[in-house]
């Protein structure tokens, strides 16, 4: 007789389905970005309102520029210091490491200051915000394999949500009472007992530290000239770049407006007021991005498709663009950042993980990191010249109302990228079934769009039965194998049995198919036989 699930299992199944022995580790691990982003964001609104009240809003754009062409460089150094510690303790090392810098930055905001204070402090941020989003995911990749990712890590990972939250939240309140200072001494607190829930995951789990996780993406890819290469040689990659470039671009825009709208209304040298107002902003869009993760971005890609998943995060930006035209309120460019960011990594996201699903196994681990890190650090430096061409006295010298002419044109050109990548989607998918290029054990996702279940659906029929089966375990892989029709699992008058004379396709393939399935068919289908 099966053990019967604890309590707390019970009591989360309406959230996620938890097995035998792993609802400790999804406890922890839910914990683990719950603290680890409710310690980031603690600190997150005060390393922008400190550049904002020493050195201006308009210069935020340098270090963006700056950011993007070091980054790399960076991490790597991180990487080489790093290497020195065992894998399976890289990541309590890390955090070690990022406790110390918070106690650093402590005394220096609160008994030193200066311009190059609050410079550091702000690069430090955008690490952070890498290192800690890289190492989480590492762990759970290889704490989980991937039946188990596509149950349990919508919820770990909205502790991610929550815990931005709470983050925000706390320094929107707590920040003109206790100052910047004391805010960064919670958020180190906070962090010291991230460590310890870390500490516990790895002890309690063998497989933790099988990835290298002092590997973020900022220092991997292939080499410049590799990457052109694959560029040229491939349109559907082409094409995803130019979706990524457009939106790193609308969302730098927007975040700019944002920045230089709260230095306007709330004064520039009144850093506490502005980091209070951007804490309130996160927690806003955190929560409004758990709510679209947990209840609409499995919806869209299920019933609506890719290409309208596509089109959410530019249709929505062009629309606060044009919102922000007729309004000079510090709300207007505020609902575009909420936008921008519930949606960016959402809806967006997944969209965007779900364009490379075609692409042969080889090309999409040597393109995918070059695509989704350098190109949009890239896109973001880009960016940040035009943003600086546009606001700065020696350009364009617009404020950041008139940003938004920028941003309309540059959504324009996003919503055309879209449709073409929603059509090369297609073509290359029904590329890939024929190529058998996609490897269905790697799939981490269960919510297909409808035109993806069709054609493999469709693929069902065709006469090869190596493609037969190939959709059989995409389906399978999808958890869609209910869609496989019975007729293919079911032996009946035209289905003779395997060996004998008339052993055509589809009975072979509900040989392999009754063999390889983890369900079989239910009695009312087991019952059914083809027409005579």
């Known amino acids: 007789m099966p053990e019967r699930p604890s309590l707390i299992a019970r009591l989360l199944r309406p959230i996620v389905q938890l097995r035998e022995g792993e609802t400790t580790t999804a406890l922890l ?99 952070l915000a890498i290192l800690l989003i890289s190492q989480f995911w590492t762990l759970a990749n290889d704490v989980y394999d991937p039946r188990q990712a596509k149950r349990i890590f919508g919820f770990i990972g909205g502790g991610a949500s929550l815990g931005g939250a709470m983050g925000a939240g706390l320094t929107a ?40 996780a002092s590997k973020t993406g900022e220092e991997e890819g292939v080499s410049g000239g590799e990457a052109l290469r694959l560029l040229r040689s491939s349109r559907h990659l082409q094409i995803i770049s130019l979706v990524i470039a ?39 869009l955190s929560l409004i991005g758990f709510f679209i993760q947990v209840v609409l971005t499995s919806r869209i890609h299920r019933l609506l498709g890719i290409g309208f998943a596509l089109l959410v995060l530019p249709v929505s930006m062009g629309g606060a663009a044009a919102l922000i035209l007729f309004n000079r ?40 990191p070059f695509i989704d890190v350098t190109m949009d650090r890239l896109a973001k430096g880009l960016g940040a010249l035009v943003i600086l061409f546009c606001i700065k006295d020696w350009g364009l010298g617009l404020d950041w109302q008139q940003l938004s002419y920028v941003s309309v044109i540059l959504v324009g050109l996003w919503v055309v990228t879209a449709y073409a990548a929603k059509r090369e989607y297609m073509r290359s998918f029904r590329r890939s079934i024929e190529q058998q290029a996609v490897a269905p054990s790697e799939l981490r996702f269960s919510d297909p769009d409808p035109a993806t279940v069709e054609t493999m659906v469709s693929e069902l029929a065709h006469p090869d039965p190596r493609r037969a089966l190939y959709a059989i375990d995409l389906l399978d892989a999808m958890q869609k194998s209910h869609l496989v029709t019975p007729l293919l699992l079911a032996p009946g008058p035209r289905w003779p049995i395997a060996g004998s004379p008339g052993w055509n396709a589809p009975s072979r393939i509900a040989t392999v198919a009754c063999a390889s399935l983890p369900c079989r068919p239910s009695r009312r289908y087991a019952a059914k036989r083809p027409p005579t």
């Open 29 to 127: 691990m839910f914990l683990y970005s719950f603290l680890a982003m409710t310690s980031y964001n603690i600190v997150k609104p005060i390393t922008r309102s400190e550049f904002i009240s020493k050195l201006g809003a308009d210069d935020l754009p340098w270090v963006t520029f700056a950011m993007g062409i070091t980054i790399g460089v960076i991490m790597q150094g991180y990487t080489r210091v790093i290497s020195v510690v065992p894998r399976r303790w890289m990541i309590p090392a890390t955090q070690v490491g990022i406790v110390a810098l918070l106690f650093l930055f402590w005394f220096l905001i609160s008994f030193v200051g200066g311009d190059w204070v609050a410079v550091a402090f702000y690069v430090v941020g955008l690490i």
């Open 173 to 212: 309140y707590l920040v003109e009472r206790v100052g910047a200072g004391g805010m960064i001494l919670m958020s180190s607190i906070v962090m010291f007992a991230c460590l310890g829930i870390v500490v516990v995951i790895v002890r309690r789990e063998q497989a933790a530290g099988t990835s290298d």
């Open 246 to 284: 457009f939106g790193a671009m609308a969302s730098n825009i927007v975040d700019q407006q944002v920045n230089m709208a709260a230095a306007e209304a709330l004064g520039e040298q009144n850093s506490d007021a502005i980091a209070a107002f951007l804490g309130q902003l996160i927690v806003y």
């Open 329 to 368: 309120a510090l709300w207007a460019p505020s609902v575009g950042r909420i936008m921008d960011t519930s949606l960016r990594y959402t809806i967006d996201k997944t969209s965007r993980e779900v364009l490379f699903l075609p692409l042969p196994v080889d090309l999409k681990y040597r393109a995918k």
